[in-house]
Every structure is written in C-alpha cells, then in structure tokens.
C-alpha cells in the first residue's frame, strides 16, 4: 500500500490534504472493502446494509456512520461496531447508542484520543492523522474544536474516565469553561500542558 503521505504534501493545507488524501486512497478502499466482505460477508459496507442487520439506528448514528464511510472507508461489522478508520481500528460500539448523546459519549471517550494522541505512520502522518480524525470528531458534536481543546477534552473525558462529568459537558453544550475549571492552578502544571498538547499544531 503506498504511504499515506508524500513529501511534496508537506505544504498542503489541512483541507487541501484531506481531499487528496481521500482521492488517492478510493482506490485502496475498494480493493480493501472487496477483500474484507469476501472474507467476511457479515460486514455492513453502507447504512442501508447496516440498517437491514441491526435495526434501524438514530438519526444521528445514521450520520456518524455515513461519514465514516465517506471519509475512510469505514463500516459496520457483525459485532454492530462502528468502523470508522479500518486502518488503525478506530471503533466503537452502536449497540447501546440510542440518541445523540449517547454517540457524543462515545466520540469523546473512545475518539478523542486519536485527536491528539494516537500514532500511525511517522511523526507528520500522525499528525495529519489527528487533523482528520478532528475533523470527523468536529463534525459529530457540531463544533469547531482544536487540537489543543480536544486535548483538555481527552484529559478529563476521554476512554470514559469520567461519565458524570463528561454528562454534564455535553448538557453545557460543550462548554469549555467546564473542564478548563479542573485544571489545577499550579502554573507549572499548565504551562507543561499547553507545551505538549501546542506542539502539534506548530506543524500546521
């Protein structure tokens, strides 16, 4: 498979390299989707297929699910897990999502980590990696986070940590003055915080 990104894509705008991204990998996607459901027929490769096997699902999984598959080629799998980067088995399970809330949870427990965190490739693939997966993340929730607040968000919510508080963030509407509020006050702390989380948007 050739590498996700040449070194001429280095100048690329964020928007830019998406496009380009997903145009050249449309080709691998099919080869990989033909593959995948010969070896495995149970795999739901659209929303209606998905729908045919697990039941209708809320309007909000049905859009979490359509752009997964738009944007990296993921799917449903017979466990009724959402697929959403095949490549780096980004997932989480639809069974117990009944509403819009319930998919913002699980974006921010078992997606946020790949905002900013996870690996894939060199250090620049990664990071590109972390500008897609934010952009997918952003579209979800209906917000236009950075990095750098996917960070804090990880930190306090992410791999359901903390259900209750995470609860009450997205019933404030996403308010980032909620987790800012449990930063400690030690100056150190958060200067060493935003040196690590800031690093990564120098790439931009």
């Not at 459901?37 to 297929?49: I, M, R």
């Not at 598959?69 to 989480?92: D, H, Q, R, S």
């Not at 009944?98 to 693939?125: N, P």
Request: aromatic share 14%; charged share 30%.
């Amino acid at each position: 498979m050739r590498p996700i990104m040449q070194p001429s894509d280095k100048k690329l705008s964020d928007s830019e390299f998406a496009k380009k991204y997903i145009s050249e990998l449309n080709f691998d996607k099919r080869l990989k989707k033909k593959k995948a459901k010969k070896l495995n027929p149970n795999l739901c490769l659209n929303l209606e297929a998905a729908e045919k096997e697990f039941g209708k699902y809320p309007e909000e999984v049905e859009d979490a699910i359509s752009l997964a598959i738009a944007m990296f080629g993921g799917f449903v799998n017979c466990e009724n897990e959402l697929i959403i980067y095949p490549e780096t088995n980004l997932y989480f399970k639809l069974g117990d999502v009944t509403d819009g809330k319930k998919l913002y949870e699980k974006v921010i427990s078992y997606v946020s980590r790949s905002c900013v965190k996870a690996k894939f490739g060199g250090k620049y693939q990664s990071i590109r990696y972390h500008d897609l997966v934010c952009d997918f993340a952003n579209q979800i929730v209906g917000h236009n986070f950075s990095k750098v607040e996917w960070s804090l968000i990880y930190m306090f919510y992410g791999n359901g940590c903390n259900e209750k508080e995470c609860s009450k963030f997205i019933d404030a509407l996403f308010d980032l003055r909620i987790p800012k509020s449990h930063l400690p006050e030690d100056e150190q702390f958060l200067d060493k915080w935003m040196l690590d989380v800031r690093f990564q948007e120098s790439w931009d």
